[in-house]
């Protein structure tokens, strides 16, 4: 006797298929002089703007980008000033929308930034400055409150501003 047939679901699939360095830029513009001024009491202000992008590249992939704009002002002169972009390419199979959304706007993005860490670190370095080291970020919680303000704002459009943060 044969066993009845279960219908198998599908299952998901979440794979990386490629993690790489887009765009990476960095700028000293009043070097060398900025090195040469009296800076032992004066703490640098430092500006860094995010903006996290996705976009399908066919049914199941998708790339999600991660650019970072990092300003560093000394005496409101221009120090540093620096972009990078973090892109993936990300295989999505067998999730529904709100899925989708959720793992490329959150998920990946927290796959991600600690390449962006990284890279802004090492970069500030060479540029001969203190290293700048980003406080670590919950995209999920980041991702649900993005949520609730577009469910009270449903009739307004989709907020696609760079999210600014200044580091101490």
Known sequence: ??????????????????????????????????FQQELKDVKPET???MNIQNRSL????FEVTMTFHVTMKIQQQTALSLEVTQ????KLVNFDDKQ???????????????????????LTQSAGFLPITLPP?????????RQQQQQQQSNAPANTEWEKVTVQ
Do not use: W
């Open 1 to 34: 006797m044969s066993e009845p047939s279960v219908s198998q679901q599908p299952s998901n699939v979440f794979e990386i298929q490629r993690l790489y360095v887009q765009k990476q830029s960095c700028q000293v513009p009043h070097a060398p002089g900025i």
């Open 47 to 49: 500006t860094v703007e």
């Open 58 to 61: 066919n049914n199941d992939l």
């Open 87 to 90: 892109a993936g390419i990300f």
């Open 100 to 122: 989708k959304d959720f793992l490329l706007s959150a998920y990946c993005a927290g796959i991600l930034f600690p390449y962006v860490r990284k890279q802004i670190s090492d």
């Open 137 to 145: 970020v919950n995209f999920e919680q980041a991702y649900q409150q």
